[in-house]
């Protein structure tokens, strides 16, 4: 599992071989688990952009994370959006689940198998 570790840790030029790597040690049938901020949620690239923490991070849309997986060889490829409410409306978040393919909730979960 990479939580929010891709646009923190690993450059760009080298995350195709950290996943590559990953799939390599998977066993059949192992997942891989992504999560990300989602860009385009409006509060989410505004708390981005005003943090000192990711000042330097190269953010990822959704769809290089599935490009990423694919070309690593990953099949069942899902992704999802999550975290549409906040903290305080958190009895909402049950809705989660019925609107995960709407492109903005706070993070993206993509999944890959082998």
């Known amino acids: 599992m ?6 923190h840790v690993i450059p760009v030029s080298e995350r195709p071989g950290v996943i590559n ?3 390599k040690r998977l066993k ?3 997942k891989l688990i992504i999560i990300e901020h989602n860009m385009k949620n409006f509060l989410t690239r505004k708390i981005v952009n005003d943090s000192i923490v990711d ?3 190269i953010m990822l849309k959704s769809g290089e994370c599935i490009d990423l997986l694919t070309h690593a060889g990953f099949r069942n490829i899902n992704n999802k959006y999550i975290v ?3 903290k305080q409306l958190g009895k909402l978040r049950f809705l989660d ?3 995960s393919w ?3 909730g706070a993070q993206y979960l993509t ?4």
């Open 28 to 30: 059949p049938g192992g």
């Open 21 to 23: 790597n990953i799939y």
């Open 2 to 7: 990479l939580i929010t570790v891709l646009h």
């Open 102 to 104: 709407l492109p903005f």
């Open 55 to 57: 000042r330097e991070a």
């Open 84 to 86: 549409f409410f906040p």
């Open 97 to 99: 689940k019925f609107i």
């Open 111 to 114: 999944i890959g198998e082998k």
